[in-house]
């Protein structure tokens, strides 16, 4: 099946800096979206892409749909203590297995005092 | 409530018997989708289901793992002679989804953490 390489497996930040994370694959993905999970909840979409080399906001979040389909990354500015918590990616490929979704292993971001 | 939900939320068992996790999807979401979450772990896709039916039945570990939808809403997760590799938080997720307008978006619940002595 196709799998998401998703870096780094964590991070421990100061607060106010600045976090870069990135999911890359070997197969190309019609759709790239970016999922938080809070502790103790499930996980939340933050932005969804459908476009090669679309860049998109959502506030201090930036994500992008690479230009080869085959990666995403996800910018948060300015971390603040509620961006702690999993970041998932996951890539949609229509006609692929559990439905053509598929998640990267995720990224712990975690804000030192 | 307006989300999906899920329960019992925490489930504690002791090896060898079965258990049985619920999933009330959102009201009108045709697709409705099982993960499994070990401790700090990523997300294992076990099943979904479009409608009643599970198209896509690869993730589920092994036979002792089914599930069920009925109604094209509830469904439930089956685990028969629980082995402590079965603990795990399990996640079930539903869509909106018309053909082509698929858009990945799924919206999660809560979880239920299954401890299995």
């Known amino acids: 099946g196709q799998q998401l390489n998703q870096s780094p497996q964590s991070m421990f930040i100061q607060e106010g800096e600045d976090v870069s994370m990135n999911c890359t694959s070997s197969?190309?993905?019609?759709?790239w979206l970016w999922y938080k999970q809070d502790p103790g909840e499930g996980p939340v979409l933050l932005i969804a892409?459908?476009?090669?080399?679309e860049l998109t906001s959502n506030g201090r979040l930036t994500a992008q749909f690479g230009i080869t389909r085959k990666d995403s990354f996800l910018n948060i500015s300015a971390s603040i203590p509620s961006d702690v918590g999993i970041y998932f990616c996951?890539?949609?490929?229509?006609?692929?297995?559990?439905?053509?979704?598929?998640f990267g292993k995720g990224t712990h971001l975690i804000i030192q005092p | 409530g307006a989300g999906v939900s899920q329960s019992p939320s925490n489930k504690v068992t002791e090896k060898g018997k079965d258990v049985e996790l619920r999933c009330d999807p959102i009201?009108?979401?045709?697709?409705l989708y099982w993960y499994r979450q070990s401790l700090g772990q990523g997300l294992e896709f076990l099943i979904y289901?479009?409608?009643?039916?599970?198209?896509?039945k690869s993730g589920l570990p092994s036979d002792r793992f089914s599930a069920e939808r009925t109604g094209g809403s509830v469904s439930t997760l089956t685990i028969q002679r629980t082995q402590q590799e079965d603990s795990a938080v399990y996640l079930c997720?539903?869509?909106?989804?018309?053909?082509?307008?698929?858009?990945?978006?799924?919206?999660f619940g809560e979880g239920s953490r299954l401890t299995v002595l």
């Open positions: 997720a539903s869509s909106v989804k018309f053909n082509v307008l698929y858009t990945g978006e799924l919206f």
């Open positions: 996951a890539g949609l490929a229509i006609g692929g297995g559990a439905d053509g979704l598929t």
């Open positions: 289901f479009q409608g009643n039916s599970a198209p896509d």
């Open positions: 009201s009108g979401h045709t697709a």
């Open positions: 197969s190309i993905f019609n759709t």
């Open positions: 892409l459908y476009k090669a080399g």
